[in-house]
Nanobody, 131 residues
Framework: VQLQASGGGLVQAGGSLRLSCEVS??????????IGWFRQAPGKEREGVSC??????????YYSDPVSGRFTISRDDAKNTLFLEMNSLKSEDTATYYC?????????????????????WGQGTQVTVSS
């Protein structure tokens, strides 16, 4: 399984970015997976940003408090691609962003995300927000 993240870049505070994550080696629409986006800032641990169960819209979607209301997770099964729409970006959103998939379908809950349940990871894409 390979995940290729893209879409990061330098943006001014208040701006928007859309991250993409192309998935190969598995077909998102064929079975239950959990999808997720995580980020890691310099000197900090990797943290969960957002996740969704196999079908976005079945109720199990999580957003961390700092991004809730500004970020939106989605997927396009036809393109086998995950997305993270990021609006109203802040300087504290600066980090390397990673997409990931939990093959078991677990790991994403309405109020939390379990990073240890995500086995397949992309290489990361850098997001820098200037103030």
């Amino acid at each position: 399984v390979q995940l290729q993240a893209s879409g990061g870049g330098l943006v001014q505070a208040g701006g928007s970015l859309r991250l993409s994550c192309e998935v190969s080696g598995l077909t998102l629409g064929l079975r239950y997976y959990a999808i997720g986006w995580f980020r890691q800032a310099p000197g900090k641990e990797r943290e969960g940003v957002s996740c969704a169960s196999s079908s976005v819209g079945d109720g199990r979607v999580y957003y961390s408090d700092p991004v809730s209301g500004r970020f939106t997770i989605s997927r396009d099964d036809a393109k086998n691609t995950l997305f993270l729409e990021m609006n109203s970006l802040k300087s504290e959103d600066t980090a390397t962003y990673y997409c990931a998939i939990a093959d078991s379908g677990y790991g994403c809950y309405g109020t939390s995300v379990l990073i240890g349940d995500f086995e397949d990871w992309g290489q990361g894409t850098q997001v820098t927000v200037s103030s």
